[in-house]
């Protein structure tokens, strides 16, 4: 079955450093578009990063442009998320996300989604 899985998040102060990274298996990895989203609490999920099947093309919002980096490794069927310059605003629960279609940058284009993984930013 389709698993996504993700894993490096946790506590971190302000102006440090995260990778998130994102193991798929269960559906075909190379020819899907992928995905990541936060949600904190009592707000709605929201879109942080995405990048197309080829790698060839990514997409941002203003407020993590310039700090997040999304990439992929079809080799290990992974997709990453390099965070710099964490904020506390960026505090919340990250989910990797994939869809058999050109990216998207709404959480309802993807089929596909993990369990999530906690990342918090103290100031």
């Known amino acids: 079955q389709v698993q996504l899985v993700e894993s490096g998040g946790g506590l971190v102060q302000a102006g440090a450093s995260l990778r998130l990274s994102c193991a798929a298996s269960?559906?075909?990895?190379?020819?899907?578009?992928l995905g990541w989203f936060r949600q904190a609490p009592g707000k709605e999920r929201e879109f942080v990063a995405a990048?197309?099947?080829?790698?060839?093309?990514?997409s941002y919002p203003d407020s993590v442009k310039g700090r997040f980096t999304i990439s992929r490794d079809d080799a290990k069927n992974t997709v990453y998320l390099q965070m710099n310059s964490l904020k506390p605003e960026d505090t919340a629960v990250y989910y990797c996300?994939?869809?058999?279609?050109?990216?998207?940058?709404?959480?309802?284009?993807?089929?596909?989604w993990g369990q999530g993984t906690q990342v918090t930013v103290s100031s």
């Open positions: 990048i197309s099947w080829s790698g060839s093309s990514a």
């Open positions: 269960g559906f075909i990895f190379s020819s899907s578009a």
């Open positions: 996300a994939a869809r058999h279609s050109a990216y998207g940058r709404s959480w309802y284009e993807y089929t596909y």
